[in-house]
């Protein structure tokens, strides 16, 4: 082992110290290119964690919330500049520990303190509003913190998502107890590790490493007033089941995202867009090209291109210099990679693209695999997959185009490719997604702007990451009467 590789230990940040599971347990995460590798050892915790991460922070999190919010600010600042100076080892980090590529990991470690200089004005736009009243009263409504904010992530961006949570969770005012990914307890960490370091009271953040059962304990703990999640729709629809109903839930989950390609797309363009959100980050972006819709005109010569791209993709450790695909992030994703060739297969779908017996060994490598002949009912149409698996359907109509995009139980983001305004103009209308893409990939979204998916997608209540009703999932909007002792 290089110095690079040494396995890293990760503690739980509760009650204001970096400590261990309460119990003493521990669990290993291999790096997912080098399975003999062990990238973290992280603290297995259990319910007796949370229940004092919850208590610590129910209690502490005025401290904070009492800091003017220009200091405030100042923190989310001093975090985001602190997060850019480490951003190159965070990087290499984030490869040996999630198995992207580094290039892919570096614009995750840009994105971040982006984002966290976003939220650090958020905290000087919060206000209220009055109403007209009698006389010299007053009635006006203020936003106050709703107090313990509780944040789980997934793993596929272990420092992007985790920063869209608890950078606006903080800016109002909240404490927030964490449980990032047992796949990627490190980068959660450093993500805290940086905001302790600029300034956030630790009586305000807790962390929580661990499994399933970190999760369920936290959003079943009754001092929790709000519960973000991001991760896979069963997990967010078993979520939605344990949470009381007065605490306010923000659930972003999977999809099964389309991109047409319209008749009159200049197909190399369009074979770049679909290859880049299907095999880009290994095909396992929430908002990743899952299925393509191809007009029967140019179904043929798209095709090609496509498999061109598949072929060309460099699958190898993401450190190594010229690696396009990292592996699957564990052994549960590969087997799923596995599961789904054979499925693709038994409902009649044809692979395209060799898959086996020409990625690396030592890993979770995949290929990308391109079925074609898929039809809407198949299952590689219908489940997410999360892997660089693509589905190729063919259509000969618009109404056709769209029945199939909209053909799924999810919502989340959809594209399309052409040359026309009009058609562009009526898939904008016509398309069942919270995000919409025209001559984009499905991929890749602007950090100033609301997101959110549609369906089974996500709860729709509160939008995500930015826009007028992100705030007000951080917020509790309370009205104020006022009226003067002698009111003459
Ligand atoms: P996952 O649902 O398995 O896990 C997400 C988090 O929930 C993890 O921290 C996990 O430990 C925790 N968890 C698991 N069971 C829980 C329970 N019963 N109660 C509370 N917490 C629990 O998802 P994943 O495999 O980490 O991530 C991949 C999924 O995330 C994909 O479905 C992908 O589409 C989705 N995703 C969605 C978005 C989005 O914004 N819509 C973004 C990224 C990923």
Request: hydrophobic residues 40%; charged residues 20%; proline residues 6%.
């Amino acid at each position: 082992m290089n110095a690079a590789s040494e396995t890293v230990r990760a503690s739980n940040f509760v009650g204001g110290e970096w400590v261990g599971a309460g119990s003493g347990r521990t669990y290993q995460r291999e790096n997912p290119a080098h399975l003999d590798e062990v990238a973290v050892i992280a603290p297995d915790s259990d319910a007796s964690d949370v229940e004092q991460a919850v208590a610590h922070v129910a209690e502490g999190y005025r401290e904070w919330a009492s800091t003017p919010p220009e200091d405030r600010a100042d923190v989310l600042l001093r975090a985001a500049d602190l997060l850019a100076e480490r951003a190159d080892a965070l990087a290499v980090e984030l490869v040996r520990e999630e198995g992207k590529t580094l290039a892919e990991a570096r614009v995750e470690t840009r994105r971040t303190p982006q984002n966290l200089r976003m939220y650090a004005g958020e905290c000087l736009r919060l206000q209220g509003e009055s109403y007209q009243a009698a006389g010299t009263a007053m009635v006006l409504t203020m936003r106050d913190p709703v107090g313990v904010v509780a944040a789980i992530t997934p793993w596929n961006f272990p420092l992007n998502i985790p920063s869209r949570k608890l950078g606006p969770a903080l800016a109002a005012g909240n404490g927030v107890v964490f449980k990032p990914s047992e796949l990627t307890p490190l980068l959660g960490q450093r993500l805290v590790e940086a905001l302790l370091d600029a300034g956030v009271p630790g009586s305000a953040l807790a962390l929580v490493h661990g499994h399933a059962e970190v999760g369920k304990a936290l959003v079943s703990d009754p001092r929790v007033g709000a519960v973000t999640f991001t991760g896979s729709t069963a997990v967010g629809e078993a979520i939605h089941g344990n949470v009381p109903p007065w605490v306010r839930t923000q659930l972003e989950m999977g999809g099964k995202n389309a991109l047409v390609v319209w008749d009159d797309a200049d197909l190399d363009k369009a074979a770049d867009l679909v290859s880049k959100g299907a095999f880009g980050l290994s095909g396992q972006a929430c908002t990743g090209t899952s299925r393509v819709v191809a007009h029967e005109r140019i179904a043929n010569g798209l095709l090609d291109r496509v498999m061109e791209r598949a072929r060309a993709a460099v699958v190898d450790d993401g450190l190594r210099d010229g690696a396009t695909m990292g592996p699957l992030a564990n052994l549960a994703q590969h087997e799923k990679y596995d599961a789904y060739l054979r499925v693709g297969a038994a409902d009649g779908g044809r692979l395209e693209t060799p898959t086996h017996g020409c990625a690396p060994e030592g890993g979770y490598f995949a290929r990308p695999a391109v079925f074609s002949g898929v039809r809407p009912d198949h299952r590689l149409a219908q489940e997410e997959v999360f892997a660089p698996i693509l589905a190729f359907l063919t259509v000969s109509s618009y109404d056709e185009a769209i029945e199939t995009v909209n053909a799924t139980s999810y919502g989340l983001s959809a594209g399309v490719v052409t040359a026309s305004l009009d058609t562009a103009l009526r898939f904008a209308r016509d398309a069942e997604a919270g995000v919409v893409k025209v001559n984009q990939p499905t991929t890749g979204l602007a950090m100033n702007a609301p997101f959110g998916g549609w369906r089974r997608s996500s709860t729709q209540t509160f939008k995500e990451q930015a826009g007028p009703s992100m705030m007000q999932f951080y917020t509790r909007e309370k009205t104020v009467y006022l009226t003067p002792e002698d009111p003459a």
